[in-house]
């Protein structure tokens, strides 16, 4: 059985269930040839297209779509401190994806745990930094503002927050969160509400509610797949 890599990847993977997803062969629905369109992948047209992409995709290059979405990319980027090989980072890259996210950083180590990003990282500018420091120093030379997502006291609720358009949305370890020298360098924190026992939420879910936060304050919603 093929995994979470295969670039077509298996039905079960994207859907939970047995069913095709995608599209089969070009030849299978259209009478007429496919169109002279160099956006196109002749082995996808010849062979159907089940990945894990919007259907307005469908039978396209993967350096199609990377160009096309480079077009309509937003102003904010995603990082997350990778100082313990977090499996996190994955869902952060696909909701990053799924918001259209800039690019995703990873502060720390340089390998992490792909499995959760679902094959989306092909689509996904990604940058790796050393450390914090090395991250901030890129943000500062962009005119990029660091905001920091963390429970802590003196954070300002996300839910009232006004952020940044050109922004660095910063995420921690599961656990201890956005490390001290972060937290000193940005220029806002935010927490985000919670309301049950436990002292903190998932990364994945902190960083999916959070760009959403910004989506809902800045992304041009009619342009929405």
Known sequence: MTGPDDPVGPTE????????????????????????????????????????????????????????????????????????????????????????????????????????????????????????????????????RVVAVDNTPGAVRLETADLPHDCVLLFGQEGPGVSDEAHTAADLTVSIAQFGSTRSINAGVAAGIAMHAWIRQHADLGRSW
């Not at 992409?53 to 997350?80: C, K, M, P, Q, S």
């Not at 799924?98 to 990282?121: C, E, K, L, P, Q």
């Not at 090395?134 to 030379?141: E, K, M, P, Q």
């Open 13 to 144: 993977w994207v859907t939970g269930t047995s069913e095709p997803v995608g599209v089969g062969p070009w030849s299978d629905t259209h009478d007429e040839p496919p169109p002279a369109d160099d956006r196109l992948d002749p082995e996808l047209l010849a062979e159907g297209d089940r990945r894990n992409v919007v259907d307005a995709y469908r039978y396209w290059r993967r350096e199609a779509i990377v160009a096309d979405l480079d077009t309509r990319r937003h102003g904010f980027h995603v990082a997350i401190e990778n100082f313990a090989h977090d499996a996190n980072i994955g869902t952060v890259v696909r909701t990053a994806n799924a918001f259209g996210a800039a690019a995703v950083h990873i502060v720390g180590r340089r390998r992490w745990n792909r499995r959760g990003a679902m094959v989306t990282d092909r689509y996904q500018h990604l940058e790796h930094h050393a450390d914090i420091a090395a991250l901030l120093a890129w943000a500062r030379d962009r005119d990029l």
